[in-house]
């Protein structure tokens, strides 16, 4: 059985007990974006600036960022891969499309995924997103819930 944890109404979710024994090891949150200015989704300079505000965000620590141009190429967009030592952030763009998917997976109570997705989703500014949350702990079912916006 799935039980769901309502986004919409929650500011930051750090540890969601679903038993006095049980506790979550990773926080998950991915989604798709759409309606990306090209402009935005060609940027290969400012998306990273993004994401690595949005890896301060979630609390983690940067170890190492990772970013491609494929702009120019047909169905061409830009992909960055921030590693954290908590796990990983990921985003990927296609001009052509004017879309993007956004990757945020961190451990530790410490961290909060949903901060940096919904930073980049405000500087992105997408005409709308979807967003899935998922608990991912080895101990329990997951816990999911969507969001779509717009």
Not at 33 to 46: C, M, P, T, V
Not at 67 to 85: A, H, M, N, Y
Not at 120 to 134: E, G, L, M, T, W
Request: aromatic share 10%; glycine share 8%; with cysteine.
């Amino acid at each position: 059985m799935k039980r769901g944890i309502k986004l919409e109404m929650v500011e930051s979710i750090s540890t969601v007990k679903t038993s006095s024994s049980e506790y979550v090891i990773g926080k998950h949150v991915y989604g798709n974006l759409y309606g990306i200015d090209r402009e935005i989704a060609s940027n290969k300079e400012f998306l990273e600036e993004i994401m690595v505000e949005a890896a301060r965000q979630t609390g983690a620590k940067i170890v190492e960022v990772k970013t491609w141009d494929f702009t120019g190429k047909k169905k061409g967009g830009v992909s960055i891969i921030i590693l954290v030592e908590e796990s990983h952030l990921a985003l990927h763009t296609w001009e052509e499309y004017g879309y993007a998917t956004l990757d945020i997976y961190t451990c530790g109570d410490h961290t909060d995924p949903l901060k940096g997705f919904y930073y980049v989703v405000d500087k992105i500014k997408p005409r709308r997103y979807n967003a899935h949350y998922v608990v991912r702990d080895s101990r329990t079912e997951e816990l999911v819930e969507t969001v779509i916006k717009g």
